[in-house]
């Protein structure tokens, strides 16, 4: 299994620690390290809030540092509070029935979040649905549970989506309208406790937003019943407060509580597949150095991608997921000789500070010598009809074939 690909020097953050005072930053109190965790909940995964919720409300208690949650969930208005330290829930807003999945919901409620409760840091959960960079109403989305019909397979967050938008915009938050609200600085880090994040489109579209993500390159499982739902909050939250290597800790206990799970007593055909769960840490300042060894191998190979034989390469998406989440290292590696591979291992090593996989994903062998930490898309011919193949040559990322 590989682990850490790459930790950065131990960086200076012994102010940050004493998280239990408020400090005096140009004559306006602010406390020390705000995260916020924005909920969009407005839709299936309602029956997971009170599980993560309760996570939250334990790591809390060993944390130092504040968080601030926005919950939207199925049939309630929208509400802003943070948490004490005991984690009892202070009100900070109420609002009317909003769109949680609109950017600009988002990026009002990151400064709503600032403003109500200032900070010298401040970092950002998202915990929602996604299929990544894919935009609403792809393609694929019809070839859904048929499969699971016929077995009792763990269920997953696929497909972002509000169900009630309060009469604004569209029910799902897509990368590029992300991308175009937050800030480049937005947050010191972003963890998207989402699926298929993980990818390399959606990221360096956000590239400038925070300086590092901590995503899944699969799906990530919803199964509150059997504790396999999302993020171990109880565990990881007091790790988010630290540096980036306190970040990659958290990354290595998500893994490590889903490797070591306990599925006795579970309702699933094989309980087995709850142990499951890939996690990686991205370094956002590295993605465009990546962005141009990339591109340097596969600029004017468009033509070459689009016949790609792509059966051999490792994949991230379920039967739930749109069918587009390929290894990076196996699309690059196709596309460029010995000497660019070794080149772009190297970048991609300065990128992916931390991977790590469980040996499968649901019923997705992962294997540890295709596991860049990192999906990529490939633009194939057959593809060319559906919404997703023109979105993706809407991103930024699809300049390295140009």
């Not at 949680?100 to 929602?128: Q, Y």
């Not at 739902?229 to 790790?239: D, F, I, Q």
């Not at 769960?277 to 150095?289: A, V």
């Amino acid at each position: 299994m590989n682990r850490f690909a790459k930790i950065l020097p131990l960086l200076s953050v012994i102010a940050v620690l004493f998280t239990g005072c408020w400090w005096k930053h140009g004559g306006e109190d602010k406390e020390p390290y705000t995260i916020l965790v924005y909920m969009a909940a407005d839709n299936s995964l309602d029956g997971q809030v009170d599980y993560s919720l309760n996570q939250l409300k334990q790591g809390i208690r060993n944390s130092n540092g504040t968080v601030v949650i926005y919950l939207d969930r199925e049939d309630d208005a929208p509400r802003l509070f943070k948490l004490s330290p005991e984690g009892q829930e202070i009100g900070l807003k109420d609002y009317l029935e909003e769109n949680s999945a609109d950017a600009s919901t988002l990026a009002r409620v990151i400064n709503e979040t600032r403003e109500l409760v200032p900070s010298e840091k401040f970092g950002l959960v998202i915990w929602s649905h996604s299929m990544g960079w894919v935009p609403d109403g792809y393609g694929q989305q019809a070839r859904i549970t048929s499969f699971r019909a016929n077995r009792n397979y763990p269920r997953t967050r696929y497909v972002s989506t509000d169900t009630n938008t309060g009469g604004s915009g569209s029910g799902a938050l897509e990368i590029k309208d992300m991308a175009a609200k937050l800030l480049p600085g937005t947050a010191s880090f972003i963890l998207f406790d989402v699926c298929l994040m993980a990818n390399v489109e959606a990221l360096y579209e956000i590239r400038h937003a925070c300086d590092y993500v901590i995503a899944s390159p699969t799906e990530v499982l919803a199964e509150a019943q059997y504790n396999a739902s999302g993020m171990p909050y109880a565990k990881v939250l007091p790790l988010l407060f630290g540096d980036v290597s306190d970040l990659a800790e958290a990354c290595e206990t998500c893994y490590n509580y889903y490797k070591n799970l306990y599925v006795g007593g579970v309702d699933i055909d094989e309980p087995e597949m709850l142990r499951s769960t890939t996690i990686s840490l991205i370094d956002m300042k590295e993605l465009d150095g990546l962005y141009s060894t990339v591109k340097g191998i596969l600029n004017g190979k468009l033509s070459q991608a689009e016949v790609l034989n792509v059966g051999g390469f490792q994949t991230y998406h379920t039967i739930s997921a749109a069918p587009v989440f390929f290894d990076m290292g196996d699309v690059v590696g196709a596309l460029s000789n010995t000497a660019q591979s070794l080149d772009f291992q190297s970048q991609l090593n300065r990128a992916v500070l931390y991977k790590a996989a469980t040996e499968k994903f649901i019923y997705i062998t992962i294997d540890p010598e295709h596991f860049s930490g990192l999906s990529m898309y490939v633009p194939l011919t057959k593809w060319k009809l559906n919404k997703e193949y023109t979105y993706y040559f809407g991103l930024d990322w699809a300049g390295v074939y140009e």
